[in-house]
């Protein structure tokens, strides 16, 4: 079974800091791998998608990285603002058919002003 | 694009007593998901559906748990009956289907059994 883990569990900055998300799995052989945002008493939202063939993708202060081989991937967040603080949740897509995402357990982020 | 929709967003019950959640896809998305939240956790799948089908329900309690999809629209997750280890929060999402497109997800029912 694919396990994902996040380190850290939580994380405080202050503002306008650059901070780095990290998010591992045991099973290289992902189809994907996306990065979703959960803000309190709300669903996720996806914030960037990584296909397998990809090395990274990026959207506006967001840069995330995919390394198959040794089964990593970050979440790079520049120039950190408060309306940034919510948890982020890596998740993996296997092959074989299935869209099943497996989650990690999330890092708790805190930007302080 | 409305997105999508799921109700009730909050729900308070005693053990034993049986609850539903209902859940409404983006217009269009074929594939519709459950997942359970426990606290400090990521989303676990419960139950996959492709249209009225549910393909993948291997992580369903189903001494409990039932889901339904009638019509290929609509979702709806019950528990029959409730234990105190089911107080999460009850995720809805919907994908179109057999592409790389995200998954798209509801704000949940936060379910707290007493």
Known sequence: KQEVTQIPAALSVPEGENLVLNCSFTDSAIYNLQWFRQDPGKGLTSLLLIQSSQREQTSGRLNASLDKSSGRST????????????????AVRLYGGANNLFFGTGTRLTVIP | EAGVVQSPRYKIIEKKQPVAFWCNPISGHNTLYWYRQNLGQ?????????????????????????????????????????????????????????????????????????
């Open chain 1, 75 to 90: 979440l790079y967040i520049a120039a950190s603002q408060p309306g940034d603080s919510a948890t982020y949740l890596c």
């Open chain 2, 42 to 114: 990521g989303p676990e799948l419960l139950i996959r559906y492709e249209n009225e089908e549910a393909v993948d329900d291997s992580q369903l309690p189903k001494d409990r748990f039932s889901a339904e999809r009638l019509k290929g629209v609509d979702s709806t997750l019950k528990i029959q009956p409730a234990e105190l280890g089911d107080s999460a929060v009850y995720l809805c999402a919907s994908q179109r289907v057999f592409s790389t497109d995200t998954q798209y997800f509801g704000p949940g029912t936060r379910l707290t059994v007493l």
